[in-house]
T-cell receptor, first 113, second 109 residues
Framework: NAGVTQTPKFQVLKTGQSMTLQCAQD?????MSWYRQDPGMGLRLIHY???????DQGEVPNGYNVSRSTTEDFPLRLLSAAPSQTSVYFC????????????FGPGTRLTVT | QQQVKQSPQSLIVQKGGISIINCAYE??????FPWYQQFPGKGPALLIA?????SEKKEGRFTISFNKSAKQFSLHIMDSQPGDSATYFC????????FGAGTQVVVTP
């Protein structure tokens, strides 16, 4: 099993550009989520999904869109990149929503200039 | 506002010593308290977790102590080793986790 994979590993965007961060898992997990990690802030939940076709907002959803058309994939779209979105982004998955281990991907380091 | 407060921000411990990291939470509905370990350039990985029906859980050199009435929990790393040097995050919640800000632990030889 590859676990949770994320692409790209690094990305530089100019203000106003859009892009999609890819996330895939091969563990047949129902629950998937996106976090951003900033120094001194821990991990903050952006969006999450409890199954294909179901998504909801987390703590910091503004400026981001998600969709979940399949169990495996959960892409994160930045609509119009801003310098405040410079961060490291992690995708995670778990068996179900609840007290289950979350498996994290390796992360995408995004810089917006 | 951060619902899970973690301290200290960083700590340095000698090999063989004890590392202690503390977390406090606000929401009494939280029902699951995991600790994650993160090495540089990697994603976090689950280290140990506890549910509020027990006050302590031990796995090898890692122990969680949980105080439900005080809404606090802590991670103890016994006999700390250089390979334990990492950032540790506490979290609380149910599915949708709230993470602490992280503690960078450095174990000196």
């Amino acid at each position: 099993n590859a676990g949770v994979t994320q692409t790209p590993k690094f990305q530089v965007l100019k203000t106003g550009q859009s892009m999609t961060l890819q996330c895939a898992q091969d563990m047949n997990h129902e629950y998937m989520s996106w976090y951003r990690q900033d120094p001194g802030m821990g991990l903050r939940l952006i969006h999450y999904s409890v199954g294909a076709g179901i998504t909801d907002q987390g703590e910091v959803p503004n400026g981001y869109n998600v969709s979940r058309s399949t169990t495996e994939d959960f892409p994160l779209r930045l609509l119009s990149a801003a310098p405040s979105q410079t961060s490291v982004y992690f995708c995670a998955s778990s068996y179900r929503d609840g007290a289950y281990e979350q498996y994290f991907g390796p992360g995408t380091r995004l810089t917006v200039t | 506002q951060q619902q899970v407060k973690q301290s200290p921000q960083s700590l340095i411990v000698q090999k063989g010593g004890i590392s202690i990291i503390n977390c406090a939470y606000e929401n009494t509905a939280f029902d699951y308290f995991p600790w994650y370990q993160q090495f540089p350039g990697k994603g976090p990985a689950l280290l140990i977790a506890i549910r509020p029906d027990v006050s302590e859980k031990k796995e090898g050199r890692f122990t969680i102590s949980f105080n439900k009435s005080a809404k606090q929990f802590s991670l103890h790393i016994m006999d700390s080793q250089p390979g334990d040097s990492a950032t540790y995050f506490c979290a609380a919640g149910w599915g949708k986790l709230q993470f602490g800000a992280g503690t960078q632990v450095v174990v000196t030889p």
